[in-house]
């Protein structure tokens, strides 16, 4: 049980390139979510998923896209990369239990990006 | 002001003490969790309630809704123990503190 595979666990950008930070999980969670981890400031959430085909902004969305049309894959967008997203990112998935209640969240090891 | 308050931000130990870290919170929510960083940088989540205490090894994590108010205990700490832990409370979302270091020497 492969758990939350997140690729690649490095990357190097320059100002204003693109590209994908892949996420997929295998525990068939309908909840998925992408934070970045800033130094003193804690996971923020980027974007966040109930299920195929329904994504929704959290936090700090700003500069990223995601898309859903899986139960196992949330790819998380970057359009034109700029300095200010030099972070670590983070996938999480969980289960959402009755009423909505989501259940404990399995992170994924982490993407460490730097534009440059 | 953050929604979710952590102290200390820094704790160093001597093997074997009793440790404490603090999560404040100031909005209503469904569930609070404790999390743990790895030096290595992965996050894995060690509890999650909605009230009253859990127990899971050494660790014990406690929360008083009232007061808006979670502990989490680490009993006859360990080097192995050292790393980042972190509160993270939910209602529409996720909201995180930014976590207390902790390293435990031997």
């Known amino acids: 049980n492969a758990g939350v595979t997140q690729t690649p666990k490095f990357q190097v950008l320059k100002t204003g390139q693109s590209m994908t930070l892949q996420c997929a999980q295998d525990?068939?969670?309908?909840?998925m979510s992408w934070y970045r981890q800033d130094p003193g400031m804690g996971l923020r959430l980027i974007h966040y998923?109930?299920?195929?085909?329904?994504?929704d902004q959290g936090e700090v969305p700003n500069g990223y896209n995601v898309s859903r049309s899986t139960t196992e894959d949330f790819p998380l967008r970057l359009l034109s990369a700029a300095p200010s997203q030099t972070s670590v990112y983070f996938c999480?998935?969980?289960?959402?239990?009755?009423?909505?209640?989501?259940?404990?969240?399995?992170f994924g090891a982490g993407t460490r990006l730097s534009v440059l | 002001k953050n929604e979710v308050e952590q102290s200390p931000q820094n704790l160093t130990a001597q093997e074997g003490e009793f440790i404490t870290i603090n999560c404040s919170y100031s909005?209503?929510?469904?569930?609070l969790h404790w999390l743990q960083q790895h030096p290595g940088g992965g996050i894995v989540s060690l509890f999650m309630?909605?009230?009253g205490k859990k127990k899971h090894g050494r660790l014990i994590a406690t929360i008083n809704i009232q007061e808006k108010h979670s502990s989490l205990h680490i009993t006859a700490s360990h080097p192995r123990d050292s790393a980042v832990y972190i509160c993270a409370v939910r209602y529409d979302d996720m909201r995180f503190g930014a976590g207390t270091r902790l390293t435990v020497k031997p």
């Open positions: 525990m068939n969670h309908e909840y």
């Open positions: 999480a998935s969980s289960r959402v239990g009755l009423a909505g209640r989501r259940d404990i969240q399995y």
């Open positions: 309630l909605s009230s």
């Open positions: 998923s109930v299920g195929a085909g329904i994504t």
């Open positions: 909005v209503g929510i469904s569930a």
